[in-house]
Structure formats: C-alpha cells, structure tokens
C-alpha cells in the first residue's frame, strides 16, 4: 500500500511504501547556509515525526549545494544534527536551485514502523 500526505497538485510533503517514508524536498530562507540548513533540518525534523519516524532512522540523504563553497558550513550545522551512530548515506553534489536566493535543498528517505 502507497500512503501520501499532505498531496497537492505538484507533490506530497510525504510517501509511505513498504516501511519506507520519502520526504519531498526541503528549501529555506535566510541569509547564511548555516540559517537555512538549520531550518531545513527543522522541517525535516518535523516531516519525519509526521511519518512516524526520526533522525535515527534515516536512510538516504541527497544535498544539493548552490555553491561548494558552502560544504564547511553545511556540514557544521549537519554534523551537530545526525545522532551519534546513525549517520545515514548522504550524497552532496553542487546544482543550481529554483530560486537564486535557495543555497541548499535536502531530500529524506527514511524508514517507519
């Protein structure tokens, strides 16, 4: 069975399959990298609450990076977010974003009970 919350005409935030949440992408605002990596590990916290999730469960996590310039403080507010232990495969890979103020967008697969 596929379950999707909060569908809309482009997306769902989230979509259950198999024991298997998939978060859409997350995209923030602010003036730094640090300020928007942080609000997108808060949305993305709350996501994962919402699918009956967590941080430890966490599968896969694809980064795009506007500028790889911005990897050191990406991964300062990261590093400081992922449980001990539960670090999960994570790609990082430079792209432009939909919006030239966007410096970072996540995308989240982890696993439910």
């Not at 990298?33 to 009956?52: M, R, S």
């Not at 996590?61 to 992922?82: H, P, S």
Request: hydrophobic share 45%.
């Amino acid at each position: 069975m596929i379950e999707r919350i909060e569908t809309g005409e482009r997306s769902s935030k989230i979509v259950k399959h198999n024991g298997v949440a998939y978060l859409t992408g997350q995209v923030a605002e602010g003036n730094t990298i640090e300020i928007q990596v942080q609000t997108c590990l808060d949305k993305i916290d709350a996501l994962l609450i919402k699918a009956g999730s967590s941080r430890e469960k966490m599968l896969r996590v694809t980064v795009w990076l506007a500028d790889m310039d911005d990897f050191a403080g990406l991964n300062a507010v990261w590093n400081a977010w992922v449980p001990s232990g539960h670090a999960p495969a994570r790609a990082c890979v430079n792209a432009k974003l939909a919006r030239a103020e966007l410096k970072v967008e996540f995308m989240v697969d982890a696993a439910y009970e």
